[in-house]
Structures are given as structure tokens and as C-alpha cells.
């Protein structure tokens, strides 16, 4: 069994892929799953949105400008990305969410976010 596979989702069943294009991840596997060496929490599977990323730009983390340095392509509207769960929840607090892929996000993020509002922006 796969280290991916062993994984929970906030729904309590096997974690599944966020994206492979753009490859996500705090692994770059795919998919949201943490360790400890994770300080962010990179684990809620978020669908990026023009508000999400302007917001999240004007927070100090300008994830749509490419990175070549990091391997980074930069973000754009519709793709998917393992969003840290504390800034998902400050953008929710603020309006300003993206939605989330319930069965990408890793159980983790539960321990930052309450089920409910992760729920309120679910997506397929």
C-alpha cells in the first residue's frame, strides 16, 4: 500500500489526487498530504479563483506569478492547489474562499478548519 493510499480525507476515506498539472503538494506528489517537516499544513485542495489569488497576493503569498527558480508555474483561475489550511481560513473569515475538493483534503486540515465550512465550499 502506498503512502498516498494510507492517507485519510476530511471525509474519512482514502485521500485522492489534487493535481498533477500543476503538480501540487507539499511533496509535489499530487497530493495534499502533511508531515511535521510541513510547518504550513499544506492540505485543503483548493480551486483557484481571481479573489482567491488577489487576496491571497495581497497577504503576502503571491501564488500567481511563476516561479521558474522553485519550479514554480505560477496559478491561475480553475487550477487546483494543496492550499495551506490557515490561510484557506482566513480568506474564509474574510469572504473570500476558494472551493474545495473534500475528497483531496487531507484530515489534517480539520485541525485548523471545522468540517462544516469546508463543506460550504465543496466542489467535485
Known sequence: MSET???????????????????????????CRSDASDRGLHVVCAVMTEEF?????????????????????GL???????LCAERWREAFEVGKAP???????HISALAVVFLE???SHAVA
Request: with cysteine; hydrophobic share 35%.
Open 53 to 73: 489569488l488577489r487576496f491571497s497576493k495581497s497577504s503576502g503569498n503571491d501564488l500567481s506569478t511563476p516561479r521558474p527558480e522553485f519550479s514554480f508555474p
Open 5 to 31: 493510499q494510507t492517507q485519510l480525507n476530511v471525509l474519512g476515506k482514502p485521500l485522492q489526487l489534487c493535481s498533477a498539472a500543476p503538480l501540487t503538494g507539499f511533496f509535489r506528489d499530487g497530493c
Open 117 to 119: 465550512q469546508l463543506k
Open 76 to 82: 491561475k483561475a480553475g487550477d487546483r492547489w494543496c
Open 99 to 105: 472551493d474545495v475538493v473534500l475528497e483531496a483534503t
